[in-house]
């Protein structure tokens, strides 16, 4: 690298919640999520609102980036309720099939992140969740919606 300029590959990796997230670079960019992350990303809300998880946002971002398919971000009140969400999460998606590559921020932090390939999940609590903004970094994404009773739904 030369004169400070990165790749978009090494700027993704910069931005908070993927500095872990490998990128693969046989990745194709297919135009939106795949039906797996899809299935993945429903199966993680269900997760997150059994355990009254907050304002819950779906983020298809495999347009703008090959870190993942989509971000999912969710807030709790406190501590226990983010592990209870984290542990949630977890245990869902391995019971579908769905092996974790990575976790981090277990214990006292206030962020917990959970790199599932092409899903990845970010539990904050209401304050790091609005400094970090995430939903702002990512903006270029689009906006799924998920819930109980629904399939997701790609919005433009």
């Given amino acids: 690298m030369t004169g400070g300029k990165r790749s978009v590959i090494q700027q993704d990796r910069n931005i908070p919640g993927t500095k872990h997230a490998a990128v693969n670079k046989n990745r194709e960019r297919t135009g ?26 779906v983020i298809d971002i495999s347009e703008v980036s ?12 406190n501590e226990r309720q983010l592990n209870a969400m984290a542990d949630s ?17 277990r214990g006292e932090n206030k962020w917990i ?25 990512w903006r270029d994404g689009k906006a799924v919606e998920i819930g109980r009773d629904q399939n997701a739904v790609n919005e433009g």
């Fill in 113 to 137: 992140l959970l790199d599932f390939h092409d899903v990845v999940i970010h539990i904050f609590d209401r304050e790091m969740r609005e400094y970090y903004d995430l939903e702002r970094i």
């Fill in 32 to 57: 939106s999520m795949t039906e797996r992350a899809m299935e993945m990303a429903s199966v993680a809300v269900h997760a997150l609102e059994d355990r009254k998880g907050t304002d819950i946002k």
């Fill in 89 to 105: 999460v977890e245990e869902s998606l391995e019971k579908a099939g769905m092996p974790m590559r990575h976790k981090e921020g």
């Fill in 66 to 77: 090959v870190v993942a398919d989509c971000f999912i971000i969710a807030s709790g009140g």
